[in-house]
């Protein structure tokens, strides 16, 4: 979150890179300001998370094929098509 101005104690908005922040509200100006940091536990676990199969689309693999790598070649090749 923004920091909060010592004198009218509203949320101050950021000046921009590298410039602080000020108060809209009385026109405070603090340069060393920075965010206060609130941390947030989690409750993701480590594991395989997927969209629904409705909405996976070209570039996700799908759950059942997970396991399997390609190696790059063919697995079998037609034979009139690839010996003389």
Known sequence: MNPVCP???K???SAGSDKGYK???????DRTAVKIE????RTLKK?????PLSAQRHLTRPRV??????SGKPQYL???WHCP
């Not at 108060?23 to 100006?29: A, H, L, P, V, Y």
């Not at 094929?65 to 390609?70: Q, V």
């Open 7 to 9: 004198h009218c104690l």
């Open 11 to 13: 949320r101050m908005k």
């Open 23 to 29: 108060c809209f509200k009385c026109g405070f100006k």
């Open 38 to 41: 609130t941390p947030v536990e």
């Open 47 to 51: 594991g395989l998370y997927l969209p």
């Open 65 to 70: 094929r997970f396991e399997l790598r390609n």
């Open 78 to 80: 037609i034979n009139k």
